[in-house]
């Protein structure tokens, strides 16, 4: 059985949809039982994915035109300052943009690299 290794765009959006689902999970249990457990744990991880776009779009490689990365930058300081509200004051109904921010990028990756893949493949 082959593994499929995900790559570029792909991967990108694979782990944003990680990272909504963990938030959608945490939401949940926040919601019903109080525990603020999984919601750290979720939060830790989508603020490393954010932290990791963030370094790249620094890099001086990064092929996105300006604007882009401005957008992208003002993106990150939000999530990011959303985050640390959710960390010190918990309330579920505040955990759904950050839940909607990745599912609606990764979903953007996925439209923007559906095409290329079937290009490559039909080849």
């Not at 457990?37 to 996105?64: C, H, K, M, V």
């Not at 300081?77 to 599912?103: K, Y």
Request: hydrophobic residues 40%; negative net charge; glycine residues 4%.
């Amino acid at each position: 059985m082959e593994k499929e290794t995900l790559t570029g765009r792909d991967l990108e959006a694979s782990v944003l949809l990680k990272a909504a689902q963990k938030l959608f999970e945490a939401r949940h249990r926040l919601a019903s039982e109080k525990d603020v457990s999984a919601l750290d744990e979720a939060l830790r991880y989508n603020q490393r994915i954010w932290t990791l776009f963030q370094s790249e779009l620094g890099e001086p490689t990064n092929p996105l035109p300006q604007p882009i990365k401005e957008n992208l930058l003002a993106l990150i300081g939000f999530i990011d300052r959303r985050t640390f509200a959710l960390m010190s004051d918990p309330s579920p109904a505040r955990i759904d943009v950050l839940i909607e921010i990745n599912r609606n990028i990764a979903s953007g990756l996925q439209a923007r690299s559906g095409p290329v893949l079937a290009q490559e493949t039909s080849g």
